[in-house]
C-alpha cells in the first residue's frame, strides 16, 4: 500500500504567524505532489502543485519537496482565521489517481 | 470560470435501494474521477474515467458500476445501498497530461443511508 502521512493535528497558530504543515510519502517512484484545503463539509480545494525539488510560491503560500527525503511541506505566512481547516497532501499514483494523507486540522486563533 | 458540477447535492436512501449520481466535469476535460469520503475520512479513489474507457479502479465494491458518456459526463451507480456507504462523493476532473495533471473538485454529493 502505497502510503502518505500526515500529523492529524490540531495544529494552531496565531494570526499573522506562519503554520507549517508536513508530509512524508512512501512511493520513490512519485513525482507530482498537492496541496488541498478542505473546509468541514466542502469539497477539497487545490492550494499548491508541485513536481520538482526546491521551493515554489504562490502569494502566502510556499510548498517545499525533498524528493531524496520523500517530504513534502507547505507553508502559510500570516496565517489568518479563514485559513483554519484540514489541509490534505496528495500524491498522484501510477494510475493518475490521488493518494490522499488523512490531513492536518490548522487552526488559527484570532 | 466554470467548475465541475455534481447532481444531485443531498440524496437519502433506504439499505437495499439504489442511487445515481451525475458528474460533469469542467469545459474540454477529458477525465474524471470518483472519490468517496466517509465521515472524518480522507477521500478515497473509487474510479477513474479517460475519454470514455474506464481508466483505473481503485477500492469500488462490486455493487457500484460507473461510466463516462459521449458528452463527458460521468454518473456513479450504487446499488444495494448500505449503512456503510453513507459518505460524502466527490467527482474531480481533469485534462489528461500525464504527471503534470491537476484535478479540480466538484462540490459532492451527500449520500445518507437510512
Known amino acids: 500500500q502505497k502510503e502518505v502521512e500526515q500529523n492529524s493535528g490540531p495544529l494552531s497558530v496565531p494570526e499573522g504567524a506562519i503554520a507549517s504543515l508536513n508530509c512524508t510519502y512512501s512511493d520513490r517512484g512519485s513525482q507530482s505532489f498537492f496541496w488541498y484545503r478542505q473546509y468541514s463539509g466542502k469539497s477539497p480545494e487545490l492550494?499548491?502543485?508541485?513536481?520538482?525539488n526546491g521551493d515554489k510560491e504562490d502569494g502566502r503560500f510556499t510548498a517545499q519537496l525533498n524528493k531524496a527525503s520523500q517530504y513534502v511541506s507547505l507553508l502559510i505566512r500570516d496565517s489568518q482565521p479563514s485559513d483554519s481547516a484540514t489541509y490534505l497532501c496528495?500524491?498522484?499514483n501510477s494510475g493518475y489517481a490521488l493518494n490522499f494523507g488523512k490531513g492536518t486540522s490548522l487552526l488559527v486563533t484570532p | 470560470a466554470a467548475g465541475v458540477i455534481q447532481s444531485p447535492r443531498h440524496l437519502i436512501k433506504e439499505k437495499r435501494e439504489t442511487?445515481?449520481?451525475?458528474?460533469?466535469?469542467i469545459p474540454r476535460h477529458d477525465t474524471v474521477y470518483w472519490y468517496q469520503q466517509g465521515p472524518g475520512q480522507d477521500p478515497q479513489f473509487l474510479i477513474s474515467f479517460y475519454e470514455k474507457m474506464q481508466s483505473d479502479k481503485g477500492s469500488i465494491p462490486d455493487r457500484f458500476s460507473a461510466?463516462?458518456?459521449s458528452d463527458y459526463h460521468s454518473e456513479l451507480n450504487m446499488s444495494s445501498l448500505e449503512l456503510g456507504d453513507s459518505a460524502l462523493y466527490f467527482c474531480a476532473s481533469s485534462l489528461r497530461l500525464g504527471d503534470q495533471e491537476t484535478q479540480y473538485f466538484g462540490p459532492g454529493t451527500r449520500l445518507l443511508v437510512l
Open chain 2, 19 to 25: 442511487a445515481t449520481l451525475k458528474c460533469y466535469p
Open chain 1, 47 to 52: 492550494i499548491m502543485s508541485i513536481y520538482s
Open chain 1, 90 to 92: 496528495a500524491v498522484l
Open chain 2, 67 to 69: 461510466q463516462q458518456f
